[in-house]
């Protein structure tokens, strides 16, 4: 079952909501995870399982879109959203608008 993020920036009050992970039949080919489009610099939500989408994305499931001071290994359950190999911080990641590290995520609900 898949999961509905939304994501809202503590600085900014920019906000989104994007599927995270996959749903039934497609569960072993499709894995969608929110990224940034560097060389558009916008938001879009990209396949996790694809290779197509490294070259010009940034995921935030990479440590590069996270706090520095907030490392994914040392964080307890209820600081991340897991699914299958996709682990995104809850809390103080980049926003894209504002440019700080004040972007976090929450479960708002799911999809199948």
Not at 37 to 56: A, G, P, Q, R, W
Not at 62 to 87: A, Q, S
Not at 95 to 107: G, S
Request: net charge negative; charged share 30%.
């Amino acid at each position: 079952m898949g999961l509905k993020i939304k994501g809202m920036c503590l600085n900014c009050e920019d906000t989104m909501v994007f599927p995270f992970g996959g749903a039934r039949l497609n569960f072993s080919t499709t894995q969608e995870v929110l990224a940034i489009n560097h060389k558009s610099m916008t938001y879009e939500t990209v396949n996790f399982l694809n290779d197509y989408y490294k070259k010009d994305h940034w995921l935030y499931t990479d440590e590069r879109l996270k706090d520095k001071n907030v490392l994914t290994d040392e964080l307890d359950f209820f600081d991340k959203i897991e699914h299958g190999e996709m682990v995104l911080n809850k809390r103080n990641n980049f926003c894209l608008k504002c440019h700080e590290n004040e972007l976090n995520f929450m479960v708002v609900g799911c999809f199948d």
